[in-house]
């Protein structure tokens, strides 16, 4: 395991125990997401510049495509949530609990 | 919503599968994956209740998550070995990263929580695309690399699946989470046959889907979504209270039904491998399930017309039978006598 591999491991699983782990608003776990996919995004570049590979120059960039996506769809989530629920905390998310 | 809209997402969901299943290489598998997520968030919050956003926002999380996870497990498999292709994995530490991951994708057991809560806020028609057409993308990455899934997880797995959607759908009364119970004990059944036989993995899919499509637009037909207005079907229409009656016992396997045949294969493979312990197992945990089936016909058809019911009736409004119903209701019941042509066929 070289250094560079060690370190988006370990960013993209802090970045997952943040998302599991700390449940207080969805903001912070939308920032999380958002923190794993830029691993992502880091550690496809770096594989590509790595094995000096152009071919795969161009998949960092839908990869990004993809999670600005993701966001967006994300933070619609979020104001609709805002709306329906009154605030964004992970807590009132339990009308369908039974 | 807007018709063109509407068209567009569809057809998006439709790309997003077809991307998946056509791809060997594991990004773009992932943007079929993602494509299929982005698509059907509309779909499922278009109605604007709470319980819709909800209901959205929590199947939103976990699928990014459990994508993020996939793209994650694939590239540690790219920077260990090399390459990127899905038939040859071999590093144990991505294999099992995307197996948790394609679980929690397809709302496999131990990561099952968000399914019953996400099928409970969605109407029917939703409902149905989400239990049958988005389980079909995760499933077939899950059957490329059947053959490199690590035997041990996958039944226990399997049998945590079959245990808890059987256990978990008794207490329930509402038939959008009974029928989410009912999916994971058949997720159950599919990937404990994975490894061994993937063939029969994807007739035991095939034959679910036909099943739960005929029940999802049965109950949408009667617009029933508690045990008490499926209770009312007998009196609004008595040919459709037969019709629900034979595809819950078809969805709980009971012999003469097609539901019985990938059970059959299914107990028939794993006895070839063996595995005498687990098949009884998987046996047993299914007459959990099988309960709330036999507990939903009792109240839909043996129950007699009910005169004073607890419940506002419903309005009686005509609605006219979708030909779609009569063309899956014969697949959903007599599909059995074909057993040998299909089972032949697979091998």
């Known amino acids: 395991m070289t250094p560079m591999h060690f370190t988006f491991t370990s960013a993209f699983i802090l970045s997952l125990l943040g998302l599991t782990i700390h449940r207080t608003s969805l903001l912070s776990a939308l920032l999380c997401l958002e923190g794993m996919m830029l691993t992502l995004y880091i550690a496809l570049t770096l594989w590509s510049v790595e094995n000096s590979s152009s071919a795969y120059l161009m998949s960092p960039l839908i990869l990004l495509a993809f999670s600005a996506c993701e966001a967006c769809t994300g933070l619609s989530l979020l104001i609709a949530t805002t709306r329906t629920h009154g605030n964004n905390h992970l807590q009132n998310l339990n009308l369908l609990q039974c | ?347």
């Open chain 2, 1 to 347: 919503m807007n018709p063109l809209t509407l068209s567009i997402f569809i057809m998006s969901l439709g790309l997003g599968t077809t991307i998946t299943f056509s791809s060997s290489h594991w990004l773009l598998a992932w943007m079929g994956l993602e494509i299929n997520t982005l698509a059907i968030t509309p779909l499922m919050i278009k109605q604007q209740h709470p319980r819709a956003v909800e209901a959205t926002t929590k199947y939103f999380l976990t699928q990014a998550a459990a994508s993020a996870l996939l793209l994650f497990a694939s590239m540690t498999n790219a920077w260990m070995t090399g390459q990127w292709s899905i038939l040859e994995m071999e590093n144990m530490t991505a294999i099992t990263l995307i197996t948790l991951a394609l679980a929690l994708k397809l709302g496999v057991a131990p990561m099952h929580f968000w399914l019953p809560e996400v099928l409970q806020g969605l109407d029917l028609k939703t409902g149905l695309i989400l239990s049958t057409w988005q389980k079909l993308a995760p499933f077939i990455i899950l059957i490329q690399m059947a053959p490199a899934l690590n035997p041990n997880i996958m039944i226990s797995l399997a049998i945590i699946s079959t245990l808890i959607g059987g256990w978990g759908g008794l207490n329930q009364t509402q038939l959008r989470k009974i029928l989410a119970y009912s999916s994971i004990a058949h997720l159950g059944w599919m990937i404990i046959i994975l490894h061994y036989s993937p063939n029969i993995a994807m007739l035991n899919l095939v034959l679910y889907l036909v099943i739960t499509s005929t029940i999802f637009l049965l109950f949408n037909l009667t617009n029933s979504t508690t045990i008490n207005s499926i209770s009312m079907t007998t009196t609004k229409n008595p040919i459709i209270s037969i019709l629900i009656m034979m595809t819950l016992l078809s969805l709980g396997g009971l012999p003469p039904l097609t539901g019985f045949m990938p059970k059959w294969l299914i107990l028939q493979e794993l006895a070839y491998q063996e595995l005498f312990l687990v098949a009884t197992i998987m046996a047993m945990t299914t007459l959990l399930s099988l309960f709330f089936y036999l507990r939903l016909t009792y109240s839909t058809t043996l129950t007699m017309t009910p005169n004073s019911m607890n419940m506002m009736s419903s309005w009686l409004t005509k609605k006219n039978l979708k030909p779609i119903i009569p063309l899956l209701f014969p697949l959903t019941t007599m599909l059995l006598p074909l057993t040998p042509m299909l089972y032949f066929s697979l091998q």
